[in-house]
């Protein structure tokens, strides 16, 4: 009998089915696949709420990034919460570089036709040199300098014919625009951008041509920004950036008086259109763009 019970309990080869009511292991009746499909269904749809609940990603809409959350612990075991370390630290510390490159272009101490390499100036920035081939290549899109494989990046050569263009294609865009704005912008909002004036002739007057292009630009997109087309202010900030690079075998970089006399045309633009005055107006944003 004990071995009759055991082969019950295992399932005998025989054709007699084993006896599940004798057998010292209970095994559970299978549910039929139709059962099994709907309980899966329904778990599923459970499921899918629950993730809803929770803002968890479902199959219906794209997941949404959230920030990580600690699991909870006892309080005894609880560490001390860190500062959060900004995300942008990094594309910080580029910009930064950015600009200071775009300032030695101005004030021609990246001398143009020289190469220079990421490490040796990421070692002169005093950071490595990631932030600075990243920087660099920012300035090989606008035009500034050129890849050269296995060296660094080559200063671009630019010629008077480049800068006499940039200025026709400057005086195109941004002297009807000023025209029509002297039509119907305000004295107020012109009073605004004095202050932005007043810093180019103070930069001016210490003759520092980086600082100068800086505030020169800054005035230009302030007076193109009331227009409201961001496009245009865009792509004449790019070609203003492009105009102030150094030249080769072109004149020599405006001195003090120069940029004295620039600035002084901002200051005169802006009473010219603060008293509507548009012959004014006119003979005096298209000197300036000959002068450029």
């Avoid at 899966?40 to 968890?56: F, I, M, T």
């Avoid at 007057?205 to 600082?211: N, V």
């Avoid at 630009?217 to 950036?241: E, K, P, S, T």
């Avoid at 075998?249 to 008086?257: M, T």
């Amino acid at each position: 009998m004990e071995q009759a019970g055991s082969l019950s309990a295992r399932g005998s080869t025989g054709s007699a089915a084993p006896d599940i009511r004798t057998a010292s292991v209970r095994v559970p009746a299978q549910a039929r696949a139709a059962d099994v499909e709907r309980e899966r269904g329904v778990a599923s749809d459970e499921s899918r709420s629950a993730a809803g609940a929770r803002g968890e990603h479902t199959h219906s809409e794209p997941p949404i990034p959230h920030p990580r959350v600690e699991s909870a612990r006892p309080v005894e075991a609880a560490r001390p919460v860190e500062a959060a370390r900004p995300v942008v630290q990094r594309a910080s510390v580029r910009g930064q570089i950015l600009d200071a490159l775009r300032t030695a272009l101005v004030a021609g101490e990246l001398a143009p036709g020289q190469v220079y390499s990421a490490p040796v100036l990421g070692e002169r920035f005093g950071v490595s040199a990631t932030p600075v081939r990243e920087a660099m290549q920012q300035l090989a899109l606008e035009g500034a300098v050129e890849v050269v494989p296995n060296r660094g990046f080559r200063v671009v050569r630019r010629g008077t014919r480049e800068l006499a263009e940039l200025a026709e294609i400057r005086a195109l865009l941004e002297v009807p625009v000023v025209l029509r704005l002297a039509r119907t912008v305000p004295a107020a909002r012109w009073a605004e951008l004095r202050p932005l004036a007043e810093a180019a002739a103070r930069a001016a007057s210490a003759g520092c041509r980086a600082t100068y292009a800086e505030c020169d630009r800054a005035f230009h997109h302030a007076m193109l920004a009331l227009a409201g087309n961001d496009q245009l202010v865009q792509i004449a900030d790019d070609l203003h950036r492009r105009a102030q690079w150094p030249l080769v075998g072109g004149p020599v970089p405006r001195g003090r008086a120069d940029l004295m006399a620039d600035a002084a045309e901002h200051l005169a633009l802006l009473d010219a259109l603060t008293a509507q005055d548009l012959p004014a107006v006119q003979s005096l944003v298209r000197e300036h763009f000959a002068d450029d």
